[in-house]
């Protein structure tokens, strides 16, 4: 199956063995698509042994340990994907901050930290995506920005994170716009709440009955929603925000 698709992704935010970014990973690796993805505060040996499961579904794989809040982030990770695989078919944003807050707690420390790496880290990583693949003469292109629904209801006790990932969207739009004359898709994905590593057994319990589907989130759900945008199939689907998050009440 190696290199069926002759596409390389890149996917931020793959930091352990729950989260969302790693099984948007597996699933785009097993669809011969090879993989670099970026990780941050990982426990020591588990972004190797993650890279060597990647491999052993016959694609390439690498990555690279970068905090997300520094400025020249994004235009690091550039230069080292092209460096290890080559150009860059698809970018998936996945990396988030998030530390909790509430009007009496913040601040403009609170609010740079997240601006840093839901905001900055995101934009200008689909910019320089969008730069290079112009010379890149590679056919389609495919930007996925994850979200959480912010425009779809409050988020208490989460105003920097709320805020800073809303505006994901706002920027999706607009770029979406910019670059469908190039070939490249922009669309932000918002899996709903998802059994990942933020979630523990009260969560779970106060979440459940609000799902009309009658099960939480699994990061499978939105590995596969990421993985159809990301296709052929998806080619005439952009500037759009897709909510999947199986029936899931907010009241």
Not at 102 to 114: C, E, P, Q, S
Not at 117 to 135: D, G
Not at 142 to 169: C, D, F, H, W
Request: with cysteine; net charge negative.
């Amino acid at each position: 199956m190696t290199h069926l698709q002759n596409k390389v992704a890149l996917i931020t935010g793959v930091s352990s063995p729950r989260e969302i970014g790693t099984a948007i990973c597996r699933k785009l690796a097993s669809q011969g698509i090879d993989i670099f993805f970026t990780h941050w505060n990982s426990e020591a040996s588990w972004p190797e042994d993650f890279r060597e499961e990647i491999l052993k579904l016959g694609v390439r794989c690498d990555s690279l340990e970068i905090d997300l809040s520094d400025a020249n982030a994004a235009f690091k990770i550039m230069d080292t994907v092209s460096k290890q695989l080559g150009p860059l078919s698809i970018l998936v944003n996945n990396a988030a901050y998030s530390t909790g807050d509430g009007y009496a707690k913040l601040d403009a420390h609170i609010l740079d930290n997240h601006y840093a790496v839901n905001m900055r880290s995101t934009f200008l990583l689909c910019t320089e995506f969008a730069r290079r693949f112009e010379t890149s003469n590679i056919g389609a292109g495919r930007i996925i920005n994850m979200t959480s629904g912010q425009e779809l209801g409050p988020m208490p006790m989460e105003l920097a994170y709320a805020a800073t990932k809303g505006a994901i969207v706002a920027f999706t739009k607009s770029l979406s716009a910019e670059l469908a004359p190039l070939g490249i898709t922009v669309n932000a994905v918002n899996p709903g709440p998802t059994d990942s590593t933020w979630m523990t057994d009260e969560i779970r319990k106060y979440l459940l009955p609000k799902f009309l589907m009658g099960r939480i989130g699994m990061v499978e759900d939105a590995a596969h929603i990421v993985a159809f945008l990301a296709s052929d199939d998806a080619k005439w689907i952009t500037g759009q925000v897709i909510n999947s998050e199986g029936g899931f009440l907010r009241s």
